[in-house]
C-alpha cells in the first residue's frame, strides 16, 4: 500500500526552527518526486519545495528559497523538509506527497499519493 506518513509539526516562536519528516512506503522511490505544499486556513494549497528522490535534485518556491531546506535519506525512504527563521505567515498544515516523475515539480495535479498532513504554528 502507498503511504507517506508526515511528522514533526508543532508550535514554534518567530524566528525558531522546525524539521518535517515524511516517511514513504509502498513506492519505488526513485522514480518519484516528492514534494512539501502547505495550506493555511482560507487559502490554496501551495507547492514549497520538491527533490527528485534518486539524485537529490532540488526546487523551491520563492517563499521556502533561503529559509527551507529539502533533502532525502534513501536507507530511511524519508525526505525532510528543515525549516529556520520561522514567521508567522509560515502557518499552515503541511502536507508531502509522491508525484511519479523523475522531475522537478510542484504542479499539485502530478501528485498522485498525500500524506495527512501536520500542523505547523508560528507566533509568540
Known amino acids: 500500500q502507498e503511504q507517506l506518513v508526515e511528522s514533526g509539526g508543532g508550535s514554534v516562536q518567530p524566528g525558531g526552527s522546525l524539521r518535517l519528516s515524511c516517511v514513504a512506503s509502498g513506492l519505488t522511490l526513485d522514480f518519484y518526486a516528492i514534494g512539501w505544499f502547505r495550506q493555511a486556513p482560507g487559502k490554496e494549497r501551495e507547492g514549497i519545495a520538491c527533490i527528485t528522490f534518486n539524485d537529490a535534485g532540488t526546487m523551491y518556491a520563492d517563499s521556502a528559497k533561503g529559509r527551507f531546506t529539502i533533502s532525502r535519506d534513501k536507507a530511511k525512504s524519508t525526505i525532510y523538509l528543515e525549516m529556520d527563521s520561522l514567521r508567522p505567515d509560515d502557518t499552515a498544515v503541511y502536507y508531502c506527497?509522491?508525484?511519479?516523475?523523475?522531475?522537478?515539480?510542484?504542479?499539485?495535479?502530478?501528485?498522485?499519493?498525500w500524506g495527512q498532513g501536520t500542523q505547523v504554528t508560528v507566533s509568540s
Open positions: 506527497a509522491a508525484a511519479p516523475v523523475g522531475v522537478l515539480t510542484l504542479r499539485q495535479s502530478l501528485y498522485d499519493t
